[in-house]
Nanobody, 115 residues
Framework: QVRLVESGGGLVQAGGSLRLSCAAS????????MAWHRQAPGKQRELVAL???????NYADSVKGRFTISRDNAKNTVYLQMNSLNPEDTAVYYC?????????WGQGTQVTISS
């Protein structure tokens, strides 16, 4: 069984920064990628950033240049550094892990940006 636990969400003012963390535990092996998604009220869940086992990254256009995804392979932990936050970034942020053809999700962490 795989468990993902997100942390680091909260309430910040526009222009501020937050760093999200997601720690994976359990039977972890041969990770294909880890990723962050988000879902704002009334909107579909969207991919924010992804990092492969080889370290390649991919970002949504809306966060390029502001967000940075990184990973500590030894700790099976993925981070999302979010800078220059704006109210449109308000959402529940979910961590995802793909491994051996299956995808696993965390419970999510709320990020709220005040204007």
């Amino acid at each position: 069984q795989v468990r993902l636990v997100e942390s680091g969400g909260g309430l910040v003012q526009a222009g501020g920064s937050l760093r999200l963390s997601c720690a994976a535990s359990g039977s972890i092996f041969s990770i294909t990628y880890m990723a962050w998604h988000r879902q704002a009220p009334g909107k579909q869940r969207e991919l924010v950033a992804l990092i492969t086992s080889g370290g390649s990254t991919n970002y949504a256009d809306s966060v390029k240049g502001r967000f940075t995804i990184s990973r500590d392979n030894a700790k099976n932990t993925v981070y999302l550094q979010m800078n220059s936050l704006n109210p449109e970034d308000t959402a529940v942020y979910y961590c995802a892990l793909r491994m051996s053809g299956s995808e696993y999700w965390g419970q999510g962490t709320q990020v709220t940006i005040s204007s």
